[in-house]
């Protein structure tokens, strides 16, 4: 913890932290705290481990929002920090938050690590929303009070990455011995759903769940509902995500065609709850919001919100009518954070969900649940405790995510030009980067072809897109009936192909994506 000390009027400049105050509350922070600069892997022995800073505890309110909306909230606090308002705003800000104590007369908690750990918890809570909100965005019924989306926010120690680890709802889990909030009684540990816990044993008991299962140590704790994902997502202008099927799910209202769409709250709070886009269900859901959450951060770095004080105290209006936060989250380490994060990109970020090693795992009295693999959730946990990267930094030139697998992908490659050997060259390479190419390239009917065209039939339309992104600039030409093998005319513009690989390897190490993967390209 930071020792308690009398805050200079300097901290109120973004360039130094400011020493947690002894009185004066703290400001909200949004969900999902991101990080800056890209990570990098450690050339120097680890520092030796100094004082935490007080584990900040996430902001706490009514109804929590989702994944998004934890991206948003870190945002406000870089623009907080970057337009220099200062402690007094935020501290004015700060005043509307609920707090909430989940550490409680918490015992035997894992050993502190590195960096910070925030859990974000989203709720259906929908206070806020209107009735015509509700029927045009499908959110009819009654809230369950339980946890909607859950994960663990890493802030590294040097305030370089931001690793984001999704803890799907359904996962199998064992309490502690807890005393439950609605009826008073006593109970053993005892198996539910993750997202039961909170229902049960509210935030308390849903940090004491998180922190047995995962023997990381929870710094703070945040709360977000529907009704502040929506008004943020609304304050910064949209998010845009694009997508090469189309999104249909019935149950959210969720209807988007192939290409890009900028999603305004709504739409959005729609995008990141779908569960039957397809068979994925909950686990294909977690993709998408972690796509989303890339694309916020992409919108607030890029749009100006972080050099506007106007829009930061407009964001964090909007987030705070609905938020709750533990108490060691304030202002503080608002800024503390904002001054670190004012640098940060989508590159800075790095998202992956526990690895399941066992689906529909039936639990009499609980149903079909989701076991973790323990070796792989366990590597996953200590890199968390260890304050490193998910996976390894990406080299330069790293190959670009597409969604068909290049293996699956027949490619037939024709010289359109006149230059000799253009079309060994061309499907030599595209074999080289995963492409199941025949080996045989041909000449083209014609050979006066300037710009590289790639033809196909159009029931393959998701593989076109996938060879499109292996031959930047190529035209593609949708011919009925051509088959499943894909046509590419080399043209005098090729110069070379692009690396590719599969969007979604599946839980090959830890299927961590970083924050410029997920984007639209």
Known sequence: MRAPGAMSRAADRIGLRCSRSTHGRRPEVSPLPTPPRSPRPRTTPRRPHRPSRGAPRPPARRRRARWVTRAVTTVSVVVLASAGIGHAVLTGLESGIDRVDPFRDMKNRPEAGHGMNILVVGTDGRDGIS?????????????????????????????????????????????????????GERHEGHPLKLNAAYAEGGPQLTVRTVEKMTRVKIDHYLELDFTSFMKTVDVVGGVEICTDRRLKDTHTGLDLAP?????????????VRARYVDAASDLGRMKRQQRFMAALVERATSSGILLNPIKFRDVTRAVLGSVRADKGFGSDELLDLGRAMRNFSPSSSEFTTVPIGKMGHRVEGVGSTLKWDPEKSERIFEALRQDDPLSPPKAKGGALRVAVDPAQIRVQVENGTTTAGLGRRVDAALAATGFATTRAPANAATRDVTRTVIAYDPRWDRSAKSLAAALPGSELRAVKGQGATLKVIAGTDFEKVRKVRPADPGQDEFGVVRGDEVGCT
Request: with cysteine; glycine share 8%.
């Open 259 to 271: 290409g890009r769409h900028t999603l305004d709250g709504g739409q959005a709070l729609q995008y």
């Open 131 to 183: 009735e015509e909100e509700r029927r045009k965005y499908r959110l009819g019924g009654a809230p369950c009070h339980c946890t909607d989306t859950m994960m663990i926010v890493h802030i590294s120690e040097d305030r370089d990455r931001a690793s984001v680890v999704s803890l799907p709802r359904d996962s199998y889990a064992m309490t502690p011995a807890h005393t439950d909030r609605v009826s």
